[in-house]
Structure formats: C-alpha cells, structure tokens
C-alpha cells in the first residue's frame, strides 16, 4: 500500500512537499513516480527514482522546480515542489514498481496510492 500526504492550497510561487509512504512493503529497490492529473485533463507522469540505480528523471513541465528525495528509514519518497504555478493544480499519485524502469508512465504500477490534492491559487 502506498500512502500520499501533504498536500493542500498553497500561493503561486509558494512551495509544498508532497509524502508517498510505502506500507507492508520496502521501497528499498523499486521504482517509484509521481504522476498528476488535472480536472479534464489526462494523467500526466511527472518524476520517477530508481532506488536500485539512483537513476532520476524529471518531465519538461517540473525540471527544475520538483526534486526527489528518500528517507529509507521511514520508507518514504518526497517530491519537493517550488515555484508553484496555478497550473500545476491537480491530484497527485505516487506509484511503485519493483521492475519497470525510471521513465517509464504508464499504467503498469503494481502499486498506486489515492492521491493528494495540490491547489495552486492566489
């Protein structure tokens, strides 16, 4: 099970960090992505880390805003998000896999989480 928390309404320009928790399972050697979706719009994949190879990939629309980290001792991914813009408004899912590849968006995930709501509005 994949948990999401952190996120909530926050000011364009402002930032917030977004919490995905692995639960029952290490996410020591999986891969694992953010994706989001906006309201009429198609689920777009965003960020990904490999824990077996360090290997980070990050998509046009966030490089250089969003950042990864990992915290092995509480089994958590972070995404880091500055600079928030009203167009990044939109649920955000982790998801994690123990083979597919970082790059890789597509729905093959053997785990997804529910979602956090990420509100970017002045």
């Known amino acids: 099970q994949l948990v999401e928390s952190g996120g909530g309404l926050v000011q364009p320009g402002g930032s917030l960090t977004l919490s995905c928790a692995g639960s029952?399972?290490?996410?020591?050697?999986?891969?694992i992505a953010w994706f989001r979706q906006a309201p009429g719009k198609e689920r777009e994949g965003i960020s990904c880390?490999?824990?077996?190879?360090?290997?980070?990939n990050f998509a046009g629309s966030v490089k250089g805003r969003f950042t990864i980290s990992v915290d092995n001792a509480t089994n958590t991914v972070y995404l880091h998000m500055n600079n928030l813009k009203p167009e990044d408004t939109a649920i955000y899912y982790c998801?994690?896999?123990?083979?597919?590849?970082?790059?890789?968006?597509?729905?093959?995930?053997?785990?997804w989480g529910r979602g956090t709501q990420v509100t970017v509005s002045s």
């Open positions: 029952g399972f290490s996410l020591g050697y999986y891969l």
């Open positions: 880390i490999s824990r077996r190879s360090g290997i980070q």
């Open positions: 998801a994690a896999d123990p083979t597919l590849y970082c790059g890789y968006y597509g729905s093959n995930f053997s785990y």
